[in-house]
Structures are given as C-alpha cells and as structure tokens.
C-alpha cells in the first residue's frame, strides 16, 4: 500500500505552490500537461512518430497520442511506457495536452483493479478540497470487438470548472494487462466534449 502512495507522490510531484491550474501543477515522470514536447524529443524525432500508421487521432484528427522517444523510454522509472497527446496540426511547438503513462501488470486482472482504487483514492486524497467525484465505469464488450482489450474499467475524476481530467484505467489482455494514469488538460477535454 505504502508503495503506491509513494508512486502516486511521485507522479503526482507538486511543481508550484498555487493551484490555479491543477493539472499543469503535476508531473508523470517529469513531464507536465503544458510543456513543449520539443524540451524532450527533437522536432525530427516528433515527426518521425507523427508519421507512424499506428497512431491514434481523436477527434476529426486534430488532437494525437504519440509513442516517447527511444530515449525517453529507456529513462523511465516507473512506467513501462509514456505516450504524449499533442495537436496533430498547426503547431510547431508540439504543447503537451494529454499525458498517458501505461504499467504492464502480468497478474490477474483484479491485481490492476486494486491498483486502480488505490492511486483514484490517493489522487482523490491529495485534491480533498476540491471534493472531486470519481465517476467509474465498465466499456461495454460490444463496443471493444476488433481490438485488444477483453475489458476495460475506467475511474474518470474530471477537475471543477472543467479544468482537466485525471483517468485512471485498466484494460485486459490475453498477454498482460495494462494500467494507465492519464492527465488530460482542459483544452483537450473540451475538444473531445464539444
């Protein structure tokens, strides 16, 4: 238990006293909702994973999750993968919106779902004052045919204001399931909502 409110402290590292804007404040793996990418990845490396068929858009493919970098992977400490969701188009600064750090979990998936409650709950914890509701939900079977995933349970825990979003999410697989911790920023989430 000790060990995920450790892991969770430290993807939740606190950058600035105030907490105007909550999920620029935190980072996953030093990353921030906010940063240029190109603080991380050269603009050839970025081209070169905007260019990959297996990326995936979201909405009209204005917004896309990008793979990190073979450098950036090899330096993670936590996760065992990090993806980026940047504007897919006109802009050269490549600004993070989204963040996904994905953790392979090779026992049943119940292990991930324990996993789950825990880091909701301490993230739930941590903005106490916000009284943030976690909204917890089951993707339907039918909508996950051609895919991986057997399942997928996802706990959303949208920020007052609509100022952002954390997600914590489980998805089972034949081979090992995965948790990811997910901070999208307020832009991105309008744009998915609107």
């Given at each position: 238990?000790r060990?995920?409110?450790?892991?969770?402290?430290?993807i939740?590292?606190?950058?600035?006293?105030?907490?105007?804007?909550?999920?620029?404040?935190?980072e996953?793996?030093g990353?921030?909702?906010g940063d240029?990418?190109?603080?991380?990845m050269?603009?050839?490396?970025?081209?070169?994973?905007?260019?990959?068929?297996?990326?995936?858009?979201?909405?009209?493919?204005?917004?896309?999750?990008?793979?990190?970098?073979?450098?950036?992977?090899?330096?993670l400490?936590?996760?065992d993968d990090?993806?980026?969701?940047?504007?897919?188009?006109?802009d050269?600064?490549?600004f993070?919106?989204?963040?996904?750090?994905?953790?392979?979990?090779?026992?049943?998936?119940?292990?991930?779902?324990?996993k789950?409650?825990?880091?909701?709950n301490?993230i739930?914890?941590?903005?106490?004052?916000?009284?943030?509701n976690?909204?917890?939900?089951?993707?339907?079977?039918?909508?996950?045919?051609?895919?991986?995933?057997?399942?997928?349970r996802?706990?959303?825990?949208?920020?007052?204001n609509?100022?952002?979003?954390?997600?914590?999410?489980?998805?089972?697989?034949?081979?090992?399931?995965?948790?990811?911790?997910?901070?999208?920023?307020?832009?991105?989430?309008?744009a998915?909502?609107?």
């Amino acid at each position: 238990m000790r060990v995920f409110i450790i892991l969770l402290i430290l993807i939740l590292s606190l950058q600035s006293g105030t907490r105007a804007d909550y999920v620029r404040d935190f980072e996953i793996e030093g990353f921030s909702i906010g940063d240029s990418l190109l603080n991380y990845m050269t603009y050839d490396e970025i081209k070169k994973e905007l260019n990959k068929d297996n990326n995936f858009y979201y909405k009209n493919k204005t917004y896309v999750s990008i793979l990190s970098s073979n450098k950036i992977y090899e330096n993670l400490e936590i996760y065992d993968d990090i993806f980026f969701i940047i504007k897919s188009k006109n802009d050269n600064k490549f600004f993070i919106k989204g963040i996904e750090a994905q953790l392979k979990i090779d026992k049943n998936i119940s292990e991930c779902y324990k996993k789950q409650k825990i880091i909701a709950n301490d993230i739930q914890k941590y903005f106490q004052e916000l009284n943030i509701n976690e909204i917890k939900f089951d993707v339907e079977k039918s909508e996950l045919e051609g895919g991986k995933d057997k399942s997928v349970r996802y706990i959303d825990m949208p920020l007052p204001n609509e100022a952002g979003e954390f997600r914590v999410a489980c998805h089972e697989r034949e081979d090992t399931n995965l948790l990811f911790v997910i901070i999208n920023s307020k832009e991105f989430m309008n744009a998915l909502h609107n």
